[in-house]
């Protein structure tokens, strides 16, 4: 059974009667069960009874419901109503714009809007690079979706999209102070996405672009990129792998190998399982198989997708045209951007000795990583509930902090391995081992650290 979340919280208030062990027993019945309590609130008392406020984190929502039937089976017990506090988190959304000047009096009003602002507009017009510095395009990016391949889910389209571009947003702020907005666009059509993203443009400093499905996220990026004089970042590809190459460092720290000599495979040639390869192959790898549902990706046929089509070109030497299982056999690295259980313990007990298994899939990894521990001597997944969690909020926020700073017009490669190093770097050798590879999505200084990185590789390139 899996471990409750808090992404399945939930609160019931319940009616029991007064007495000394009341909260006792309602909270041995929600353990009972499976449950894991996070508080108990006394929010009403009486001579003969009191009011609880019961928060649990339950494994999905029938779970939730099992809880709520255990505590109304208590003598006297009556859950009256529960709260998903998740749902309650969403309510109204989760972010407001709030004006950055107060607006007092007259005197204000005239600066801030007109006569003074305008002023202002027409110093734009005569030189449109006063935007950058005098707008909010200085930190402000767009979060850009059409909702076709959404986290886990797919294609649930783009207003049920909205709720993680939001969260993608409140990130930003958190992490980095980057003003970030949701643009979820209700088309699926590629030059039509190219066509609004360039007409909204002219308001942002960059452009993140989200849960668009491939092969439609590479040509969507690569015009965009080529079109727009603001840096366009595919957080699904170049967050991923930034974060993944920073993991690969110090996992490879730890087993003390070399990325040059390591043979790796991934799982998953998407949007993210593209961008892993070319950047681990742009920091030295040599022996990398990459392998989609039907297997492994090789030279002896021609693909319809260009991206498979240069996986097969430029990846996989030794020509290997068996399945992901077979391709397992001896590998050091397994890199899993696919789906879940794809891969059993036999397939991991199989690789070679130390090796290193990053399962990466959410919600449910591509194998479960206790079982993947039995055998790999470091193991990484993009869960919170498990050590080394490979997030790319540990890339994007300091990335957009550091392309805005230096106000680049572009990323170049060099700017997505400065990153990797800079996060990787936070780990220091002291704190290094199997199961501390990579920093926590907590840890203050990531973001500053990384924009820091990104904005010096920008003034590289300039130079």
């Not at 066509?195 to 942002?204: D, G, N, R, T």
């Not at 967050?239 to 460092?249: C, E, P, R, S």
């Not at 290193?356 to 990484?380: Q, R, T």
């Not at 990797?420 to 936070?426: F, G, K, S, T, Y």
Request: glycine share 6%; aromatic share 4%.
């Amino acid at each position: 059974m899996a471990s409750p979340s808090p992404g399945y919280s939930i609160t019931l208030r319940v009616q029991a009667p007064s007495s000394f062990t009341a909260t006792t027993e309602l909270a041995a019945a929600v353990g009972a069960v499976g449950a894991s309590i996070t508080a108990l609130d006394v929010v009403e008392s009486y001579h003969d009874r009191i009011v609880v406020d019961v928060s649990c984190n339950t494994t999905d929502a029938t779970h939730g419901e099992q809880v709520r039937d255990a505590l109304d089976k208590l003598d006297g017990v009556n859950v009256r109503h529960v709260n998903d506090r998740t749902f309650l988190l969403h309510q109204g959304g989760k972010l407001e714009v709030t004006p950055k000047v107060a607006l007092r009096n007259r005197d204000d009003l005239s600066r801030a809007y007109t006569p003074g602002v305008a002023r202002v507009c027409l110093a734009i017009a005569e030189n449109p690079e006063l935007a950058r510095n005098l707008t909010i395009k200085r930190n402000t990016i767009a979060v850009v979706t059409d909702g076709t391949a959404v986290l886990g889910l797919g294609n649930i389209g783009p207003a049920a999209a909205l709720p993680v571009m939001e969260g993608k947003a409140a990130l930003f702020k958190q992490f980095a102070n980057v003003d970030a907005w949701p643009v979820c666009l209700d088309t699926q059509d590629t030059e039509e996405i190219i066509s609004i993203v360039k007409a909204l443009a002219p308001v942002y400093g960059g452009v993140n672009l989200e849960d668009i499905a491939a092969p439609r996220c590479f040509e969507i990026e690569k015009r965009l990129r080529d079109e727009l004089d603001i840096p366009v970042f595919h957080d699904d590809q170049h967050g991923t792998a930034i974060v993944v190459l920073a993991a690969l460092k110090n996992a490879l720290r730890v087993v003390n190998k070399k990325i040059e000599d390591v043979r790796i495979v991934v799982a998953g040639v998407g949007a993210a399982g593209s961008a892993i390869v070319q950047l681990l192959q742009a920091q030295g790898a040599k022996n990398i198989v990459a392998c989609g549902r039907n297997g492994a990706i090789h030279s002896g046929e021609t693909y319809t997708d260009e991206h498979r089509q240069w996986l097969a070109e430029n990846t996989n030497q030794e020509a290997f045209s068996g399945t992901l299982h077979e391709a397992m056999v001896g590998a050091d690295v397994f890199i899993g951007v696919s789906g879940p259980n794809v891969l059993g313990e036999e397939q991991v007990k199989a690789m070679a000795q130390d090796s290193i298994v990053f399962a990466m899939a959410n919600p449910d990894p591509e194998i479960d990583p206790i079982i993947a521990a039995k055998h790999a001597a470091v193991v990484a997944t993009g869960r919170s509930d498990f050590p080394n969690q490979i997030n790319n909020v540990l890339a994007f926020p300091g990335f957009f902090r550091g392309l805005l700073d230096a106000g680049a017009s572009d990323i170049i490669p060099e700017m997505l391995v400065a990153a990797a190093e800079a996060i990787a770097a936070r780990v220091n050798d002291d704190e290094l081992n199997a199961s501390f590879i990579i920093p926590s999505v907590f840890d203050p200084h990531v973001a500053s650290d990384v924009a820091s990185a990104v904005a010096a590789a920008a003034a590289s390139s300039q130079a």
